[in-house]
């Protein structure tokens, strides 16, 4: 996972146009150059016409010496260990073929292995890095619904995502977690021999550790294999799958605010790119690199209010128009994208991997009678969600505490389906969300083993709904279960339309649920359940109906 490793050791690299003392890379590498171990730079180099290092860098290593100072380093040592001779031979004499000299078949087969796990992730090429996985359950533990080896299930769909190849996982039951290791001394014992057994190059844990887990752990491991946990694991997908600039400023404010207690002297380069100058009068290295990172959170804080305010005008635009706003929220990988595009054919990404959605994509869904409301895509939710990307994109979600009605969507045919809701509705609560109006949508019914008896269950419930968004089915009921639950969040009028404001007639008829209409002589006597914004507008012409 060198993305990944990368995200967690150095600033995200996707900020453009800030004034941060870093340069950041403006041209997305593919992986981390600073972290490639030898074996992975003499691959490249047998590779240059798949993966041009040289050019692909070049842009990137004027901006930042720091990175560049190290990939020199790296190269000089796989030189030393592989032969210098026959590098430059097959970089200075291209023209005339020479066969390779005759490698031995396990060699051979070695580096085809190497190669292989090269793989393209979100757009970019990663180094498939293999991972061990590490859970532990708490005795007594309440607050987790998941059981130890589902939520290790879903760390290694997590480490799938971000690009890693899961060879092994363990867990642990501890009245307490350790304070030094999370894990007991004898587990730390033997992961250190499962490390060695399967070549493992990052032990992932499933929970958060402190800054201190973290560095014991390293060292216990022997210091050559990394050690993250969740919460890295997670703001290295999002900074992955950053697509706006929006959700690149929070992902970065959210890497850096999880990085700030975690800094060694690894960030030893920022004070070096900037310039010398916060050399301190006897400061340690650290203090120094801390103040770096925190002037850094500083500027990313603004720069995100700036982005917001403008959203804030986009959005405030579009409410000017009164159309209901229907957010789907849930669970990550229930299906909100797919019946996102299935209702509006939007185009947004959907697959079968977590986290695919970063971004609120707003669609507008006309009904069959007419009527419509805009739909709202959403970022999924999963238990433990660090609390820090919730305040980070709590921007993000606001869109949902500005929503008429949330539609739950709930992919019925996962084992863990109770969980997951319960999980959705504990961010729900942190949101503040609870007085909106919810629908809850069944989603997946096709991959239930009886959809029949799904369906039934539904009925018994208050406002569900059993679709499948995939292939259409329970769509209509859908909506039409939207635009009822709407009415909840509506303002009844009964309003004097004058002739010359048809225009505001056929708003009614759109976006309200009317339920009679009268011609007079001054105008048209409409009855109605309207939004909100939509009754205030009519509010003149609600007194002149009274008088
Ligand atoms: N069988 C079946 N698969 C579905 C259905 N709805 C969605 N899927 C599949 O479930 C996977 C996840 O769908 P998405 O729409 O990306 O899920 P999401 O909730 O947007 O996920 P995030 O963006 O990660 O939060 C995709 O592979 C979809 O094809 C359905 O009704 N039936
Ligand atoms: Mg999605």
Redesign the pocket.
Known sequence: MSTCWRSIILPPTVIPNTALPWTPNLVKTRFSIRKISIPILRALREEIEVLDVESAESGFLQKNPTVADAKEEEVDGAINSNGVAEFTESENNLTSYRPPPKRDSKKSEDDDNFRSRFKLRNGREVFEEKAYLVGVECKGDQDDTFGIEESLKELAQLADTAGLMVVDSTYQKLATPNPRTYIGSGKVAEIKTAIRALDVETVIFDDELSPGQLRNLEKAFGGDVRVCDRTALILDIFNQRAATHEAALQVALAQMEYQLPRLTKMWTHLERQAGGKVKGMGEKQIEVDKRILRTQIGTLKKELESVRQHRKQYRNRRFSVPVPVVSLV??????????L?RLTGAN??????????LDPTTRRVQVKNGKEFLLT?T??FIQKLPTMLVAAFRATLEEIAESSLLVH?V?I?HPLAQQQIDAVNKVLSELDVETIPKLTVW?????TSDPHKVKMEAEKGEDVIC?????GVGLEEFCNAVHEKLKDSMVWVEALVPFDRGELLSTIHHVGMVEGTEYTANGTLIRAHVPLLLARQLTPMRQLCKS
Not at 331 to 339: H, R
Not at 348 to 357: C, G, K, S, Y
Not at 467 to 471: K, Y
């Open positions: 849930g669970y990550t990988n229930a299906g909100k994208s797919t019946l595009n947004v990404l959907a697959e079968d991997r977590l986290f695919a959605t895509d970022v999924g969507v992919d045919s989603n997946k019914v096709d991959r679709i499948s968004a995939l292939n």
